[in-house]
């Protein structure tokens, strides 16, 4: 046989005690005429299996006669064997089809159970112009856009619009609406416009043919649509409902219009509802403006003198506005303040809320909100860090903590991106806070793993420096991370650290510096795909090496997040692993980063995580 005198090697192989050789040696060289020779006399029950081998090497050369017959041999009628006969009774089909045996290959495909084989025999007599049979399978084999988009090829639109429910594509609903707005058949269309996205010609439908004006609002408010919105502006003038047609006239742009309507008919606070929400022109904000100055309507007034940009004017008519439990006007008094960037408006505000002007200091958050609205944004994120600093130096971690995760909800509410100074630090004291909660779960790989990350950053714990290398030590040693173990050991008995060891560990630590146990290595670290780009990774690793990324982490593992396993905690929104915050709380009660009672069976795995993989930190 290595000599390709494959011939001889036949009759040897049938000379000696192991004849079927021969037959596996032509099937392995897919000389299948001479196998299917060999199987009558060797292994009748092989030649069916033999012969969808054969139907297949005849199909992709193109001699579909010969490939059917072998094909039809194929089928066992062993349900024992089902697989097999499917593949052959597929093959009939779509080689019945490819010879012009429409009937036949149609119902085999129909009967099979594939959608595949619908599909692939679907396209085939579709490239033969047989549309109708072609529609038919498609839509038997759930492919719906394309049965659709074929029957219109052959103008069934009976069928096309039986199908319309399942079908997705834009183009197919525009075709179909079209045919029934010209047949008069209105509410159909509509429909079809509707999932077509053609929501103009929704609205005109409405309007003019379906005498539904509320849906056609719906709609306009929905869409935005500016021409829509124009149609509904006329309907309602034409009604009489000027509020109406003053709100439809702003959101198609219509302001000139909309405004003398609003004049002529005593409506102005209701246009200025309105288009405050809106762009539009200053000098169209400065008549609002005047118009409830002179109404002495300060908070109005200073709104839309804010809008046209006469911020003086504006803060003016915020510090006269009545306070209110929500306190608005202070609010919009800090934007005015911060769009000015004016030295002398922003002293007068600052004044009014440290209590000069009427001996009532005002709360320290609109301080920060000021500074916010000034777009000092390192200088109020960078109070919070030095406050948590000063706790953090002085031991009151969990103080720390929530001082920088209160400013980070603040900062992420805005909508402002994190410093990555607060990031990491407060990343590093939730670490902190979790070795606690693992350890006295009895989980210590996950204790040391967020020690070790805890003693890498010693320095920002100035106050128990020795008490957390000496944690460090103990659960390195307890999870078997003995090289970890081994190293902080020896940090530990540098000249500064050494005698302030607690008595009960010193000897302990000592000695495992001095004969250190080197029988067996801690191991790698279990690696988990980075969910940005799926290298590889360290699973306590917030540093992708693939990508670059600094990797979100989970407040209940401080482990990096994984895109299969993703969760929220409902109350913070800060991410967990699913499976592990489950876990977690079934012990504790709490969320670890925000401390709110969190129900476990309330948790919800993330079905798509990439919303939140858009990083809130600088980088």
């Not at 038919?136 to 039986?162: P, T």
Request: hydrophobic fraction near 40%.
């Amino acid at each position: 046989m290595f000599t390709k005198n494959f011939n001889l090697a036949q009759d040897l192989y049938l000379a000696s005690s192991f004849p079927t050789a021969a037959l596996e040696m032509r099937r392995d060289l897919l000389q299948w005429d001479s196998a299917l020779q060999l199987a009558k006399r060797l292994a009748p029950d092989q030649i069916p299996f033999i012969s969808k081998e054969y139907a297949v090497q005849l199909e992709f050369t193109g001699d579909y006669v010969n490939a059917l017959a072998h094909y039809e041999k194929g089928i066992t009628g062993n349900k024992k064997f089902q697989e097999h006969d499917e593949a052959c009774l597929a093959g009939v089909a779509q080689m019945a089809v490819r010879m012009g045996d429409i009937r036949r290959g149609v119902n085999q495909a129909i009967k099979h159970p594939s959608r595949t084989l619908k599909k692939d025999c679907g396209a085939i007599l579709e490239s033969m112009k047989q549309f109708s049979e072609a529609a038919q399978l498609y839509e038997k084999g759930q492919y719906f856009d394309k049965a659709a988009s074929v029957y219109i090829r052959c103008k069934n639109w009976a069928k096309v619009g039986e199908l319309l429910q399942h079908v997705s594509s834009p183009k197919i609903h525009l075709q179909y609406a079209k045919a029934k707005e010209a047949d008069g058949r209105y509410k159909e269309a509509v429909l079809a416009y509707e999932n077509a996205k053609q929501w103009d010609n929704v609205i005109r439908l409405y309007l003019d043919h379906l005498n539904d004006p509320e849906k056609a609002v719906s709609i306009v408010r929905e869409t935005q649509s500016l021409e829509g919105a124009k149609m509904v502006a006329r309907f309602f003038l034409q009604l009489g409902d000027y509020e109406s047609a003053i709100q439809f006239l702003v959101m198609s742009k219509c302001n000139n219009n909309a405004f003398a309507l609003a004049q002529q008919h005593n409506k102005m606070e209701l246009y200025a509802d309105i288009i405050s929400s809106e762009e539009t022109s200053n000098d169209d904000y400065q008549s609002i403006a005047l118009y409830f100055e002179g109404e002495k309507k300060h908070f109005q007034a200073g709104k839309f003198f804010l809008l046209c940009g006469q911020y003086s004017r504006a803060l003016k008519h915020f510090l006269k506005s009545p306070n209110t439990d929500d306190n608005m006007a202070i609010d919009m008094a800090i934007e005015t303040v911060g769009q000015a960037k004016d030295e002398a408006l922003t002293d007068q505000l600052i004044n009014y809320l440290m209590g000069e002007n009427d001996g009532i200091p005002k709360e320290a958050k609109y301080l920060f909100r000021l500074y916010m609205a000034l777009k000092q944004y390192r200088e109020a994120a960078r109070t919070a860090i030095i406050i948590a600093r000063e706790e953090q130096c002085a031991g009151h971690y969990r103080k720390a903590h929530d001082v920088l995760f209160s400013m980070y909800l603040e900062l992420k509410a805005q909508k402002i991106k994190i410093p990555s100074e607060m990031a990491a630090n407060l990343m590093i004291l939730h670490s902190y806070i979790l070795v606690k909660i693992h350890v006295k779960r009895g989980d210590h790989m996950k204790g040391a793993r967020m020690l070790i990350r805890v003693a890498n950053n010693i320095s920002k714990f100035p106050s128990h420096i020795v008490p957390i290398l000496t944690s460090t030590v103990i659960e390195c040693h307890r999870a078997g991370l003995k090289k970890s173990a081994f190293s902080f050991a020896a940090m530990l008995m540098r000249p500064e650290y050494r005698n302030q060891i607690d008595p009960k560990y010193k000897r302990r630590i000592e000695t495992l510096v001095r004969r250190p146990d080197t029988s067996e290595g801690e191991g790698e670290e279990t690696t988990t795909p980075c969910p940005y780009c799926e290298f590889m990774l360290p699973e306590c690793e917030l540093l992708c090496p693939g990508c670059k990324n600094n990797l979100p982490y989970c407040i209940a593992t401080g482990r990096h997040m994984a895109r299969d396993d993703w969760t929220l905690c409902p109350h913070c929104e800060f991410p967990a692993l699913y499976s592990d915050f489950k876990n977690l709380l079934q012990s504790e009660s709490a969320c670890p980063m925000c401390s709110e009672k969190v129900d476990a069976t309330g948790l919800k795995r993330t079905a798509d995580c990439t919303p939140y993989l858009k990083s809130e930190v600088e980088q």
